[in-house]
């Protein structure tokens, strides 16, 4: 249990991390948001974040309910990245095809 806590807060921290970097490095429309929301988002993705990483670098033997959270917590945040990385490929491509 405690191999599969330690991948799965590094898989959230790095997921998270890129996360936060692609959306309030690329988004517009997240900038012309209510500066609460875009506030909220950023500082909660934050907390997850860095809560992951403190659980990677702690490496103690959590309760299994934290473990299969933190299992289900990765697989989303790892599919979002992936989504996230997806959109800004297809979106270079798109405009790759038209400078053509």
Request: charged share 20%; proline share 2%.
């Amino acid at each position: 249990m405690k191999i599969i806590n330690v991948i799965s807060s590094l898989l959230i921290f790095i997921s998270t991390f890129s996360i936060v970097v692609i959306i309030f490095s690329q988004s517009k429309r997240l900038y012309e948001s209510r500066y609460l929301k875009r506030e909220v988002l950023r500082v909660g993705l934050l907390f997850i974040c860095f809560g992951s990483l403190w659980n990677f670098l702690d490496t103690s033997i959590p309760p299994k309910s934290e473990v299969i959270l933190n299992v289900g917590v990765a697989i989303v945040s790892v599919i979002f990245l992936i989504n996230e990385i997806l959109k800004i490929y297809e979106k270079s491509n798109k405009e790759n095809c038209t400078k053509r």
